[in-house]
Nanobody, 116 residues
């Protein structure tokens, strides 16, 4: 059984920064991708960023240049560093473990609120 535990969400003013973490436990050796989706109220869940074990990553256009994804393979942990946050970044952020083209396991979600 795979479990994902997220942390780091919260409230921040526009222009601020937050760092999300997601630690995976269980048998994930065959799953080489980790990443983050987000879902704002009334909107579909969307991919924010993903990274494979070798370090290759890609980002949604809306967050390029502001967010950085990284991972610690030894700890099975993925991070999302979010800078220059905007109100439109407000959402529930979900980490995942899976393959490059698909999600196998989801985290429970963590709320990120950007407002003044």
């Amino acid at each position: 059984q795979v479990q994902l535990v997220e942390s780091g969400g919260g409230w921040v003013q526009p222009g601020g920064s937050l760092r999300l973490s997601c630690a995976a436990s269980g048998s994930i050796f065959s799953l080489n991708a980790m990443g983050w989706y987000r879902q704002a109220p009334g909107k579909q869940r969307e991919l924010v960023a993903r990274i494979i074990s070798g370090g290759y990553a890609n980002y949604a256009d809306a967050v390029k240049g502001r967010f950085t994804i990284s991972r610690d393979n030894a700890k099975n942990t993925v991070y999302l560093e979010m800078n220059s946050l905007k109100a439109e970044d407000t959402a529930v952020y979900y980490c995942y473990v899976g393959r490059w083209a698909g999600v196998d396991y989801w985290g429970q979600g963590t709320q990120v609120t950007v407002s003044s």
